[in-house]
Structures are given as C-alpha cells and as structure tokens.
C-alpha cells in the first residue's frame, strides 16, 4: 500500500474531529408580496420568483393555503416541483383569553394539521403580550397561562410530527426579552421554540447577538428585516445590525432557518425587495 503522507493524514484526523459546518437555509414570507395570498396562481408564480432569486424554501399566513386544506396534495407537488418547500403556516392565537383558549386551541390543530399535509415543519405561532401588574412586574398567573397553553398547543405539533416555533412582536421583545425569556423558561424545550424577529429586536434595543449566543439552542428560525428609524427599509438600506447576526450564528454554529419577513413598499417591487434581500444576505451575511 502507498504510504499516505503524515501531514495529510493529520489533516484528514482533523477535518474527521472538526464538527461540520452550521447549516443555515434561507427563506422567505410571503408578506412581502402582501398579507395572505389566497389567489393560487399568485403564490406559485411567488415561488417562482422566490426560487428564481435563491430562496430554499416559505412561510406565509395559514388564511393563503385555507382553501386547499381539505386536499393539500396537490399544492404540496407545486412547491416540491419549485423546489421551495413550506416552511410552516403562521397563525395568532389569543392563549391568554380563557374563554378563547378552546376555540384557538382547534384553531392551532387544524392549522398544523395542514402544515402537516402541505409538508411544512412547523407552525409558526404568534400570542398576544403578557400584560404587567401595577409595579411593573409580568402578571405571573398570565404567564403561567400562556406558557400552559403553548405547551399544549406544543404537544399538538410534536404528535404530529412538526414544531411549534413561538414569534414574538415588539411588546415581547421589550426589557432586554424578559417576556420571552420567562415563557422559554416555563416551557419543554421539546414543545416550543422560537421563530427570533430581528426588526423587533433592533427596535426594543435588544441586543440579539447576546441572546442568541445564550438562547440559541432554543431558537429554530429568524425573521429578518431593516429598519431606518422606525420605517422598515430595504435589506442592507437601514440600521439593523445584519452583520452582527451573521457573525454570531457563526459564531455559534446555529443550524436553521432565516428567513426574510417584511411588508410591501410602495416605491419599490415586491420582487425587488425579496431579490435584493436575498443578495444582500448572500454577499453582506454569508448565507
């Protein structure tokens, strides 16, 4: 046998140690184009553009697939000959209103249902704020509530073979992420996830690099999106910190998903914005 040389052997030892690469996948929502897409031809000539412009795959509202959730087979073969695949279907629920809680909890098993039939992941769930009491304070009993009911509505999506990722808005985000802390806290890691909005992020002054360097093992995807002020802008055309995200899922080795989430502009194209997007994270983030 040909004796391999010692350096190469090293290096091959080395590169077998090495853990691999972190694997990050980018998607888009369909928000962009507007909010949901009940026109058929519409969202598919959206994939269209979202593959031609080298997204892996989409979320979008659950109200864009409501009508083909009794056959969703058909639209499944559509989004698997594109090559984008659904990412998961999102839908508010209000957990903590008690005499809604039955209600939204059907709501959430019919949605991941589909999410299921459409071959989706996960369900991307948004709750309302936990209000606080008179000093202050998350209103504990509140709290309690909802992190119970994501749970369950957790148990649902983990039956059925998905997940149940948690999205925040501004409110949640707010006093460095204790909301979101506190429910990440009060849950199974096996139940629930979060989906970490970064524009909402950037606008409570959260400083996402940390949290995710602490939390990421609980984070399953990103929404991304800039900002100027308090306007959203074009990716790479505002002041959220994009790089800095980039260097820390690097530097973490996070696997996921991040996905573009931003709403249409007036002066510039839906198709614009998510082509221009998508460059923007492949030259500037390295995805």
């Not at 969202?43 to 969703?72: C, K, V």
């Not at 989906?195 to 606008?203: P, S, T, V």
């Not at 400083?207 to 800039?226: N, S, Y």
């Amino acid at each position: 046998m040909t004796e391999l040389p010692r350096r190469d052997f090293l290096g091959g030892l080395l590169a077998a140690a090495a853990p691999p690469p972190a694997r990050i996948r980018v998607g888009c929502q369909t928000r962009v184009y507007g909010v949901p897409i009940r026109d058929t031809r519409k969202l598919l000539s959206i994939l269209d553009d979202l593959r031609a412009a080298g997204y892996q795959g989409f979320e979008t509202n659950f109200a864009s697939l409501e009508a083909s959730f009794a056959d969703p087979a058909p639209l499944r073969a559509e989004f698997e000959r594109r090559a984008v695949p659904l990412i998961g279907l999102h839908l508010g629920a209000r957990l903590t209103q008690p005499d809604q809680i039955e209600k939204e909890q059907a709501r959430i098993e019919r949605v991941a249902r589909a999410v299921k039939g459409f071959g989706g992941t996960h369900l991307v769930l948004s709750g309302s704020g936990i209000p606080t009491t008179a000093d202050g304070k998350l209103d504990l009993e509140i709290l309690k509530r909802k992190a119970r009911e994501f749970s369950r509505a957790g148990k649902i999506c983990r039956d059925l073979g998905i997940r149940l990722a948690s999205h925040n808005h501004l409110q949640e985000t707010e006093r460095d992420g204790e909301e979101m802390i506190a429910v990440l806290s009060a849950t199974d890691p096996q139940l629930v996830s979060l989906l970490l909005d970064i524009g909402y992020a950037h606008l409570a002054r959260l400083d996402a690099p940390a949290f995710i360097k602490k939390f990421g093992a609980r984070i399953d995807g990103f929404h991304v999106r800039d900002y100027r002020g308090k306007q959203e802008a074009p990716m790479g055309q505002g002041e959220v910190d994009l790089r800095g995200l980039a260097r820390a899922l690097a530097e973490t080795r996070w696997a996921g998903w991040v996905i573009l989430e931003m709403n249409t502009m007036r002066e510039v194209s839906s198709r614009d914005l998510a082509a221009g997007a998508r460059a923007y994270m492949k030259k500037e983030m390295n995805f």
